[in-house]
């Protein structure tokens, strides 16, 4: 993208690289990141709750740090690098946080889990060995309304355990 | 949600930044984006142009210059709250910018568009009156400086003026005294329900010799409570004097009131969290 004043109604490439794939898009400066996401690129694991910041489940990687996408507008990442839950699961089965959470009952409506996951992911990437006070406090931007947290919290321990 | 539509324009240093905002009409500055996107979604802000500061390098360093520490506009939060001079040097500041929303708020969210949006409930604010710091901004008449007590006027409002960008904060480095930041914080959110910084200086025996307490979330805007200082300053601090104390942070504000804390209950916490703030800083101070 040229440092061109990008006009409200006309729509700009903007070219990223979400889940290891260089894309381009072409988005209204007005666009969220969620959306493009979802409707653009139709990777629907990034969910849309609250839309304004609370929430969580649209928590996405955003080269590699933890951030809300829907508080960005596509055509702000230009140039950048995007990972959502399709990112982090295999073509087969589970990665391991997955399937800690399936162990633990980590879910039950499954809404919030993707942003969860993205947020375990980058939780045990800076510390491999978290106390639950680390997990809390990792996790006090994504809310879930089924689980109560603590099998959320139980699914970080039990995987950076079995990790070792 | 999606906003009201705009034109976008990225702007590579200071002076592309403000020469863009003088010819345009209607536009703003994103960075973090944090505090100015929910109010496009709800439509309480429809800028005709974003002009995104981010990338201006100049705007993104912490650097110590003799007795002060000067914070670039664009540092995020977790930025300053792991930056070994700013923990070491304004402990208080690290502790609050690391309690600001959450971890995905603080990976985005900066120090300039938090100081500049002045929600009554946000962290920051209390922080800058504690240290007594210096607002820097840059316009089309050149640079202008603001002393913290004459920048925040009202909630969402504040001295830096439509043609100007906010370009760093300045905080002093108390050279004694130990100072905390204390926060009840709104569970789903993070903001402060109620957020109170406390600075304190005592002589060998226990003497209050210099004391600040600044508190967010309570009344509109930040602000220093002088009664509590005042009912400290040169006294000890008992247990009963600092009870007697606390119960003043409120005195010279109007207490908000919302559907997650009435004026009473919200009263109550500042009462509290004052008191714990002080007497933790205290704590610290004698250690």
Request: proline fraction near 5%.
């Amino acid at each position: 993208m040229s440092d061109a004043v990008i006009s409200a109604s006309g729509r700009t490439p903007v070219r990223m690289e979400v889940n290891g794939v260089a894309e381009t898009v072409y988005v209204e400066p007005r666009w969220l990141l969620s959306d493009v996401l979802r409707h653009q690129l139709g990777l629907t694991g990034t969910h849309v709750g609250c839309e304004q910041g609370v929430c969580g489940v649209c928590t996405v990687l955003l080269d590699g740090v933890l951030v809300r996408s829907c508080l960005l507008f596509a055509v702000q990442v230009d140039g950048h690098r995007v990972t959502t839950i399709e990112g982090v699961t295999p073509d087969e089965g589970l990665s391991p946080i997955q399937a800690s959470f399936q162990r633990h009952h980590g879910l039950q409506c499954g809404f919030c889990t993707p942003a969860m996951v993205l947020t375990a992911e980058a939780l045990l990437r800076t510390h491999p060995n978290p106390s639950e006070a680390d997990i809390r406090d990792a996790f006090s931007g994504n809310i879930c309304r089924c689980t109560g947290y603590q099998f959320i919290v139980d699914a970080i321990r039990g995987c950076s355990e079995e990790e070792r | 949600m999606i906003p009201s539509a705009f034109d976008y324009r990225r702007a590579s240093s200071v002076e592309e930044a403000l020469s863009l905002l003088q010819s345009t009409e209607d536009a703003k500055f994103v960075a973090g984006g944090h505090s100015l996107l929910p109010l496009m979604k709800m439509r309480f802000a429809s800028p005709g142009m974003l002009i995104d500061i981010r990338s201006i390098q100049e705007l993104q360093s912490i650097r110590r210059d003799g007795n002060r520490v000067v914070i670039g506009a664009l540092c995020t939060h977790r930025h300053i709250a792991n930056d070994e001079t700013i923990v070491q040097a304004l402990p208080a500041l690290a502790e609050a910018a690391g309690r600001v929303g959450d971890l995905q708020v603080r990976n985005r969210g900066t120090i300039g568009g938090n100081l500049a949006h002045a929600d009554p409930a946000s962290d920051l604010p209390a922080l800058a009156l504690l240290y007594g710091a210096t607002i820097h901004a840059e316009g089309p008449d050149g640079p202008e400086d603001y002393p913290v007590e004459e920048f925040f006027l009202g909630p969402m409002t504040t001295a830096l003026r439509p043609t100007q960008l906010l370009r760093s904060v300045s905080f002093p480095v108390p050279d004694r005294g130990s100072e905390v930041y204390e926060k009840f914080a709104h569970p789903a959110s993070g903001y402060a329900v109620v957020g109170v910084a406390a600075w304190v200086a005592t002589d060998a025996g226990g003497i209050i010799q210099d004391i600040r307490v600044a508190l967010n979330g309570v009344g509109y805007c930040a602000y220093r409570a002088t009664s509590v200082e005042q009912a400290l300053f040169g006294r000890e601090a008992t247990e009963e004097l600092l009870e007697k104390a606390s119960h003043l942070a409120t005195e010279e504000v109007e207490v908000l009131e919302d559907v997650f804390a009435s004026e009473n209950y919200r009263r109550h916490v500042a009462a509290v969290f004052t008191r714990r703030a002080i007497r933790r800083a205290l704590d610290k101070a004698t250690r």
